[in-house]
């Protein structure tokens, strides 16, 4: 079946406008998650989505940064008045409990966003 | 409060030799532990992943970690480098009690040198 799927790809965008990066989960996946990775860095979590149950926002960096999903479905990052800082990889991973076990990750390409 | 830590950002080996790329961690519980590869410019894709089964966990490619709960490692290694092991590595950790959020550490770069 499909993998996670991410777009755009890559986003140049002006510092000071909005930009929607977009995560289609593999078909599912009950957890859904952001994470963001600058260059030469490791990933640093953002938000996750686990169902129903009220998202893990405990990552945000600020107020400019937030995150919806629909459902066990499509999530979109939303990043309001960017910033240069803001520049990076945003990678999404989804999952599901195998055997009721462990959760292995399953990730996204990923989204290049270049603030200028 | 549980974290990764990968000591060496960069690593670099001869090809044909021995790879080892360090991660430790610590938990208040007994943690799930995963290697994950990023090649150039591509996604991260799971390498191995140790669930308190074996404690030796075999890897795609080649790779096997070994966890040591007296040492609160799980190291990476393999073998014989070959060039296409050059990538990012990162190690990550995720809790028993919850399972379904991951803790990633920072990286370490391999170079694999012909």
């Known amino acids: 079946g499909a993998g996670v799927s991410q777009s755009p790809s890559n986003k140049v965008t002006e510092k000071g406008k909005d930009v929607e990066l977009r995560c289609d989960p593999i078909?599912?996946?009950?957890?859904l998650y952001w994470y963001r990775q600058r260059l030469g860095q490791g990933l640093e979590f953002l938000i996750y989505?686990?169902?129903?149950?009220?998202?893990?926002k405990s990552g945000l960096p600020s107020d400019r940064f937030s995150a919806e999903r629909t459902g066990e479905s499509v999530s979109t990052l939303t990043i309001q008045r960017t910033q240069q800082e803001d520049s990076a990889v945003y990678l999404c991973?989804?999952?599901?409990?195998?055997?009721?076990?462990?959760?292995?990750?399953?990730f996204g390409p990923g989204t290049r966003l270049t603030v200028l | 409060a549980q974290s990764v830590t990968q000591l060496g950002s960069h690593v670099s080996v001869s090809e044909g030799a021995l790879v080892l790329l360090r991660c430790n961690y610590s938990?208040?519980?007994?943690?799930?532990l995963f290697w994950y590869v990023q090649y150039p410019n591509q996604g991260l894709q799971l390498l191995l992943k140790?669930?308190?089964?074996?404690?030796l966990v075999k890897g795609i490619n080649g790779f096997e970690a070994e966890f040591k709960k007296s040492e609160t490692s799980f190291h990476l290694t393999k073998p014989s480098a070959h060039m296409s092991d050059a990538a990012e590595y990162f190690c990550?950790?995720?809790?028993?009690?919850?399972?379904?959020?991951?803790?990633f550490g920072t990286g370490t770069s391999l170079t694999v040198i012909p």
């Open positions: 991973a989804s999952s599901t409990p195998r055997s009721g076990v462990t959760w292995e990750q399953f």
């Open positions: 078909s599912g996946h009950t957890a």
């Open positions: 989505f686990q169902g129903n149950s009220a998202p893990d």
């Open positions: 938990s208040s519980v007994p943690p799930y």
């Open positions: 140790y669930t308190s089964a074996a404690t």
């Open positions: 990550a950790v995720s809790l028993s009690n919850t399972g379904n959020q991951f803790y």
